[in-house]
Every structure is written in C-alpha cells, then in structure tokens.
C-alpha cells in the first residue's frame, strides 16, 4: 500500500490522480491521498452524500497500480446497497469484494436500486 502512495508524491506535480471517482462515468473526481491520511473515504463518502447515487464508479490514472481502486473498493464494499464498477478490475474480484457472487454483482449492475441488490 505504501508503495502506491510514494509514487503518488511522486507524480502528485500532474494532473493525475491514482483515484478518480464519479456517478455516471462523465463527471470524475480527482481524490488525493497521497499522504494516506484516508482522503478516498472522505471523498467516497461526500460523493455518496451529495449525488444520492445506487452507483460508484472507480478509475485510476496508473493501470499499472491499481492499489487505490481495490482500497476505495475494500471501503464502499462496506456501505450496503451501493453497486461498485471498477472496470480495470476483474468483475470476479470486484463482486467478491461486494460479498456476492459474479451472477448476482451483474444483476446488481442491471438495476442498481432494485430489490435484488437490497437482499445483498
């Protein structure tokens, strides 16, 4: 984890981020953390707060490091009823780390607000 953080500090002069965050896939938010002080918990949960979203969708800059997206992902895998979308990952792990199975996380994605996600 502390390797994805020093090469944050390292690129932290560009206009990446290893985490972006968004509701619909157009508006992204940047989130720094690098100084690991939980920004992306801060970020996740102001972005839950304020769009009212059944939907996060997680990117990073580095597809090379995608130490940030499975951290955030570890995090909203702990807030009931939101689906997660992390395309850079395998639907397996990210379904895993939702608690569901892969069947059930692609149902979820269907429809996001829908009976089905609420039994998860």
């Not at 390797?3 to 290893?18: P, V």
């Not at 490091?65 to 792990?93: F, R, T, W």
Request: charged share 30%; proline share 3%; aromatic share 8%.
């Amino acid at each position: 984890m502390l390797g994805w953080l020093k090469r944050d500090r390292q690129n932290s002069g560009q206009d990446n981020a290893l985490l972006w965050i968004s509701t619909n896939e157009k508006d992204w938010q940047k989130v720094d953390d690098s100084l690991g002080a939980g920004e992306y918990k801060n970020a996740i949960d102001r972005l839950l707060r304020e769009s009212d979203t059944d939907v996060v969708h997680l990117f990073s800059s580095y597809p090379d490091n995608l130490e940030s997206v499975k951290v955030a992902l570890d995090y909203i895998g702990h807030i009931c009823g939101v689906v997660v979308v992390a395309k850079q990952l395998p639907e397996s792990l990210v379904a895993e780390k939702m608690g569901v199975d892969v069947e059930f996380y692609r149902e979820c994605l269907q429809d996001p607000d829908g009976p089905v996600w609420e039994v998860g």
